[in-house]
């Protein structure tokens, strides 16, 4: 049976036990009274549709019946006393009963918020962390390769100053001490390269292979250099640059193809001065 066919038989039934009380000439206080009681029982049943609880809906069937003895006793108090003793205690143990279910189920809803709350900002750290993942390296938190080009097309760094670099013999010694002095390499020069220039975008594009954006050109590339290259010497390892600025119609593929080709004429012609410094 449909909630509406229990609003529509109760409110049948009270306007039966008004018709009733008429033949009976009763007054209006009791009239009243059966309205009321018509309004709770609607009451009851769309909360019962809602909150489908069995504490609850004994709570306010305790409640009802104190409201039907409190009915009752205007047309039976000669017959029976006693209801006139009973409906004021059960429907106040119907109130209480209801009031602590209330409770109950506020709480119940309260931690439940928390609880989404909690996991709303879970996955916003989530989220926040995946993003992280997807546009930084994973070894030196630098920039990765996705974030240049997408960094690039955003910013359009027109006039500004591409740095590509390359990290001599770092095969050698990836082989020669292994994969873990491998990655303490590239996290050395991240951070020699963070620490020069902490306002600059600088990227690792893949491998021993990184790249620095900035306004500032550098005036002193051998002193640069050589600031770079002092963490990395006791690993035989050296430090090639090639600079291009960046030009307006410059797409991102030309400019590292152009800082490239210049990073790989300083490999060249700074191959032996590597050799003479190492034994020196």
Same mark, same amino acid.
């Given at each position: 049976m449909s909630k509406w066919h229990l609003h529509t038989l109760v409110w049948l039934s009270l306007l039966i036990a008004i018709f009733l009380s008429v033949q009976q000439k009763v007054n209006w206080a009791q009239y #009243?009274?059966?309205?009321?009681f018509g309004i709770y029982l609607s009451f009851f049943i769309e909360i019962c549709a809602c909150v489908k609880k069995p504490f609850f809906i004994f709570s306010f069937s305790v409640f009802s019946f104190g %409201?039907?003895? @409190?009915?009752l006793d205007s047309f039976l108090l000669d017959m029976s006393p006693l209801f006139n003793? %009973? @409906?004021? =205690?059960?429907k106040h143990v119907g109130l209480i009963l209801l009031c602590y279910c209330l409770l109950k189920i506020a709480k119940s809803r309260l931690n439940k918020i928390k609880q989404l709350h909690s #996991?709303? /900002?879970q996955r916003i750290k989530l989220e926040k962390e995946l993003r992280?993942?997807?546009?930084? @390296?994973e070894l030196t938190g630098l920039f990765n390769r996705r974030a240049f080009f997408e960094h690039y097309e955003l910013k359009q760094f027109n006039q500004a100053f591409l740095y590509y670099f390359d990290l001599n013999n770092f095969k050698h010694a990836n082989d020669k001490y292994g994969h873990n002095i491998g990655d303490e390499i590239l996290v %050395?020069?991240?951070?020699?390269l963070n620490t020069l220039y =902490? /306002? @600059?975008?600088?990227y690792r594009l893949g491998g021993d292979e990184f790249v620095l954006i900035t306004d500032i050109a550098i005036e002193d590339m051998s002193v640069f250099k050589t600031l770079l290259d002092k963490p990395l010497l006791k690993y035989m390892v050296s430090v090639s640059v090639g600079c291009h600025q960046i030009q307006e119609d410059d797409d991102p593929d030309h400019a590292l193809h152009l800082a490239d080709q210049h990073m790989y004429l300083d490999k060249e012609e700074h191959r032996n001065s590597f050799i003479v410094k190492l034994l020196d």
């Open positions: #009243e009274e059966i309205i009321w %409201l039907i003895l @409190d009915i003793l %009973l @409906d004021t =205690p059960i #996991e709303i /900002n992280f993942l997807a546009y930084h @390296d %050395l020069f991240s951070s020699s =902490p /306002n @600059d975008s600088a």
